[in-house]
């Protein structure tokens, strides 16, 4: 390429990436179908990852792709506020019969990080609407990942993503996150150690005092911080104290809904009940982007009778409810029904665990832990060189055909749901044979 003209791939600014390394050597994905993505070239990769944590019936699945084409051409747009469209209502309706408990209303959002902050300001809103205005602060968590708006970075942990964008909201205070090496490593499922890690929130109440707390959000399990499984008992724990000090829990459950620990939400898998759940992703089978929050019948009907306007939340986005997303998500929901996905990842969960589980003696692995469909693989640092060695990783993985994520030195596993036994060796296969060669 003469040196005047700009790289082809220069022009996109890409997220979370580092640019420079990329467009120097570049790895594109043109095709996907099923569980495999293909290369321009034509050259198969067995999608581990279902994309980033969305693509849970596999891709490019024929009903989802025609129920978006007739869309597009029946009506692309209609807007939501003070109008509607009937897929809207149908989808809010499918999954507020979905989602636990009485959480039986949905607000629509494009994305996780919008859901994020969707769900924040309908839990200040109604601690207002209830009276309890002075109910302002927020407690994350450390390690947590709520998406990239201001509030998500606020309430989030991970410190890559907040040290560089300044003061972020005020009054957020962070649990203590649960991930524990030393006592927990190579837990199948849920460890046995940490539960007591919830009891924080009480140091937290005493600091700040609970008539100044208006909600804690975490994510059941981490998935971007590396696959952080709940110690037994912690999510339970967490559940009581909120109910004690009248302090609102919302799940984050963008990675975790639809089918990802082989139910439909965490809370049906921990049997724990949030009073709002975030969820985008799996919600599409990530076709077109959706996210949104599922909200409680209480905090839902008390908003109605109370707001002092008769517009009960000044909040919304032009696309809240798009077609598109709607028509999508109907039938992404069919999917998992007519071929009761969930129940088969709730089915292989045992055989995956199996399977990661046999990496333990992998070289430079110090840990690997599994729920539902999803693994973390956490490596040994590279001296002086945290991240690096899951980075060559990732690379060499992709070159023999197998997409993961890593973040820091830990690799993340979470195929699509319809992924098959002979499909899980072959990830299994290739990650140790990758890590034997690596330095
Ligand atoms: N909450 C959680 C729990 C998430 O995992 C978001 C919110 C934000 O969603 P959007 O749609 O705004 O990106 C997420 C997103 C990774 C990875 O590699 C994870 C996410 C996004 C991109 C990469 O782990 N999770």
Same mark, same amino acid.
């Given at each position: 390429?003469?040196?005047?003209?700009?790289?082809?791939?220069?022009?996109? /600014?890409?997220?979370?990436?580092?640019?420079?390394?990329?467009?120097?050597?570049?790895?594109?994905?043109?095709?996907? @179908?099923?569980?495999?993505?293909?290369?321009?070239?034509?050259?198969?990769?067995?999608?581990?990852?279902?994309?980033? /944590?969305?693509?849970?019936?596999?891709?490019?699945?024929?009903?989802?792709?025609?129920?978006?084409?007739?869309?597009?051409?029946?009506?692309?747009?209609?807007?939501?506020?003070?109008?509607?469209?009937?897929?809207?209502?149908?989808?809010?309706?499918?999954?507020?019969?979905?989602?636990?408990?009485?959480?039986? *209303?949905?607000?629509? +959002?494009?994305?996780?990080?919008?859901?994020?902050?969707?769900?924040?300001?309908?839990?200040?809103?109604?601690?207002?609407?209830?009276?309890?205005?002075?109910?302002?602060?927020?407690?994350?968590? @450390?390690?947590?990942?709520?998406?990239?708006?201001?509030?998500?970075?606020?309430?989030?942990?991970?410190?890559?993503?907040?040290? *560089?964008?300044?003061?972020?909201?005020?009054?957020?205070? *962070?649990?203590?996150?649960? &991930?524990?090496?030393?006592?927990?490593?190579?837990?199948?499922?849920?460890?046995?150690?940490?539960?007591?890690?919830?009891?924080?929130?009480?140091?937290?109440?005493?600091? &700040?005092?609970?008539?100044?707390?208006?909600?804690?959000?975490? @994510?059941?399990?981490?998935?971007? +911080?590396?696959?952080?499984?709940?110690?037994?008992?912690?999510?339970?724990?967490?559940?009581?104290?909120?109910?004690?000090?009248?302090?609102?829990?919302?799940?984050?459950?963008?990675?975790?809904?639809?089918?990802?620990?082989?139910?439909?939400?965490?809370?049906?898998?921990?049997?724990?009940?949030?009073?709002?759940?975030?969820?985008?992703?799996?919600?599409?089978?990530?076709?077109?982007?959706?996210?949104?929050?599922?909200?409680?019948?209480?905090?839902?009907?008390?908003?109605?009778?109370?707001?002092?306007?008769?517009?009960?939340?000044?909040?919304?986005?032009?696309?809240?409810?798009?077609?598109?997303?709607?028509?999508?998500?109907?039938?992404?929901?069919?999917?998992?029904?007519?071929?009761?996905?969930?129940?088969?990842? +709730?089915?292989?969960?045992?055989? /995956?665990?199996?399977?990661?589980?046999?990496?333990?003696?992998?070289?430079?692995?110090?840990?690997?832990?599994?729920?539902?469909?999803?693994?973390?693989?956490?490596?040994?640092?590279?001296?002086?060189?945290?991240?690096?060695?899951?980075?060559?990783?990732?690379?060499?993985?992709?070159?023999?055909?197998?997409?993961?994520?890593?973040?820091?030195?830990?690799?993340?596993?979470?195929?699509?749901?319809?992924?098959?036994?002979?499909?899980?060796?072959?990830?299994?296969?290739?990650?140790?044979?990758?890590?034997?060669?690596?330095?």
């Amino acid at each position: 390429m003469p040196a005047s003209l700009p790289n082809a791939l220069d022009a996109f /600014w890409m997220p979370f990436t580092a640019n420079r390394r990329f467009k120097a050597e570049p790895r594109l994905l043109a095709r996907a @179908e099923g569980t495999r993505y293909y290369t321009p070239e034509g050259r198969e990769v067995l999608d581990g990852t279902s994309g980033l /944590w969305c693509v849970n019936a596999g891709h490019t699945r024929a009903p989802i792709v025609e129920a978006i084409s007739r869309q597009a051409a029946e009506l692309d747009f209609a807007p939501t506020f003070n109008l509607g469209h009937p897929k809207a209502f149908e989808l809010a309706a499918r999954l507020a019969a979905l989602l636990p408990g009485d959480l039986d *209303h949905v607000f629509f +959002a494009n994305s996780g990080s919008e859901a994020v902050d969707s769900a924040l300001k309908i839990a200040l809103a109604y601690q207002r609407a209830r009276g309890k205005g002075e109910k302002t602060r927020l407690i994350g968590r @450390e390690r947590a990942y709520h998406g990239v708006g201001f509030g998500g970075i606020s309430v989030g942990g991970i410190v890559k993503n907040r040290m *560089h964008f300044g003061g972020m909201l005020t009054g957020v205070d *962070h649990l203590p996150h649960t &991930h524990d090496l030393a006592r927990n490593a190579f837990s199948r499922g849920q460890p046995e150690h940490g539960a007591e890690l919830a009891d924080a929130l009480e140091r937290l109440v005493g600091l &700040h005092d609970a008539s100044t707390i208006a909600a804690v959000i975490v @994510e059941p399990m981490s998935g971007s +911080a590396g696959v952080l499984v709940p110690p037994k008992g912690y999510l339970e724990r967490l559940r009581a104290l909120c109910d004690k000090h009248d302090i609102l829990l919302i799940f984050d459950e963008v990675i975790t809904g639809f089918g990802r620990l082989g139910a439909p939400f965490a809370a049906d898998h921990f049997g724990v009940r949030p009073d709002m759940i975030t969820f985008a992703k799996g919600v599409t089978n990530a076709a077109v982007p959706l996210g949104g929050v599922g909200v409680s019948k209480a905090i839902y009907d008390l908003m109605l009778e109370r707001a002092d306007s008769p517009v009960e939340l000044f909040h919304g986005y032009t696309y809240s409810g798009h077609p598109l997303a709607c028509a999508a998500g109907l039938a992404a929901l069919d999917i998992y029904r007519d071929e009761d996905l969930f129940g088969r990842a +709730a089915a292989l969960s045992a055989y /995956w665990e199996d399977a990661v589980h046999s990496l333990a003696d992998a070289r430079h692995v110090i840990d690997v832990r599994n729920l539902g469909l999803t693994a973390g693989i956490e490596l040994a640092p590279r001296e002086g060189a945290a991240g690096a060695r899951a980075t060559d990783a990732f690379h060499a993985c992709f070159d023999q055909g197998l997409l993961v994520r890593v973040t820091g030195d830990i690799i993340a596993l979470s195929p699509p749901l319809i992924v098959e036994k002979a499909e899980i060796d072959r990830i299994v296969e290739t990650i140790r044979a990758i890590l034997t060669g690596l330095d």
